[in-house]
């Protein structure tokens, strides 16, 4: 059990962390506590704590040596109180972290034999631990901004969407988008770096410049489409250029295909895994799909190193809903 404690996780469901709580327990003891076991409770890591025998059970309790309270390595982190075994909260990371699109709760269901409601549950808690932190550091260097608009009901007139562009004319997909039943999603995303993507009720000049001026250093150099709205925040910045996407697509390095490719993955995992995503959740649906694009292989990653990472973050957040 041991040997395979410190390995990378990959996708083979026989591997013990996928099948028993125990190995589950081991592994993300070894990510949580690298250098030994710290108490949740008063924060002790100096005097080492002990590790109890439950008869009867496998269970991995401590007993901190300076508080003397009791603890899981799921004490403190989304894991806490939850009846699901560690080894399927497990598979459940790896499947969100290894798959581009994300995963229904269906097939979660499915795959990990648990309840839809309980599939459901995990996958949204697993989101809330993909978070950004709000420490994030800004965006710099060239920092493209747009928009889309993403779920609302499919109705008839899409059709007219789908049709190609007349270059000569405005491009009718957005104008649909902006005061459509839809939900509108600015992206900030640096170029070969990180992307902050957010819901905006109102895609306004106030709005757009509050976001960019909370996310983005001002020595950046800004790159959007000519939406007016761009205009003002824009003056704050570096550089500014826009690209008319009614006329043209690129014109030197002013373009948002950085963000559209962004947006591409985004709007085939919202539209096509998950079909009905309310606003109100939205966010976590966007921290999830930041989540994967800010560790993208690109950016070095394997499926193994972000499903560690993800398992990284699982601690010092509570959730206020219940399940
Ligand atoms: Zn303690």
Redesign the pocket.
């Known amino acids: 059990m041991s040997s395979t404690n410190h390995e990378d996780l990959g996708l083979d469901v026989y591997d013990p962390r996928f099948q028993d709580a125990e190995a589950a327990a081991i592994y993300l003891e070894s990510i949580r506590w690298p250098d030994g076991p710290v108490?949740?409770?008063?924060?002790?890591s100096e005097r080492k704590?002990y590790k109890l025998n439950v008869k009867g059970t496998k269970r991995r309790l401590w007993k901190?040596?300076?508080?003397?309270?009791q603890?899981t390595v799921m004490v403190g982190t989304i894991f806490e109180d939850s009846h699901i075994p560690l080894n399927k909260w497990l598979l459940a990371f790896y499947f969100l972290c290894s798959s581009k699109k994300g995963m229904s709760a269906h097939q979660l269901h499915r795959m990990l034999g648990v309840t839809y409601k309980s599939a459901w549950f995990m996958a949204h808690r697993i989101r809330y631990a993909m978070e950004q932190p709000p420490f994030a550091s800004l965006l710099t260097g060239t920092v493209e901004v747009d928009e889309t608009y993403v779920g609302g009901k499919v109705r008839r007139t899409n059709k007219v969407q789908h049709r190609p562009l007349d270059p000569r004319q405005p491009d009718k997909r957005k104008q649909t988008g902006r005061g459509s039943d839809k939900v509108p999603v600015v992206a900030l995303i640096e170029r070969g770096g990180e992307v902050r993507s957010m819901r905006m009720a109102n895609v306004t000049g106030d709005n757009l410049g509050g976001a960019i001026r909370r996310h983005v250093s001002r020595e950046a150099h800004l790159r959007t489409d000519s939406f007016p709205s761009y205009t003002l925040v824009g003056r704050e910045y570096a550089s500014h250029e826009t690209v008319n996407h009614a006329v043209e697509y690129v014109r030197g390095d002013a373009h948002t295909n950085t963000a559209e490719n962004f947006f591409s993955i985004l709007k085939r995992g919202i539209n096509g895994i998950y079909h009905h995503v309310s606003e109100a959740h939205l966010p976590r649906y966007l921290a999830e799909f930041d989540f994967r694009y800010n560790t993208r292989s690109a950016n070095g990653f394997t499926d193994a190193d972000r499903t560690r990472l993800a398992l990284s973050m699982v601690g010092g957040k509570r959730l206020t809903y219940n399940s």
Not at 39 to 44: A, L, T, Y
Not at 64 to 69: D, E, N, Q, Y
């Open positions: 108490c949740p409770h008063c924060g002790e704590a901190c040596a300076a508080c003397r309270k603890f």
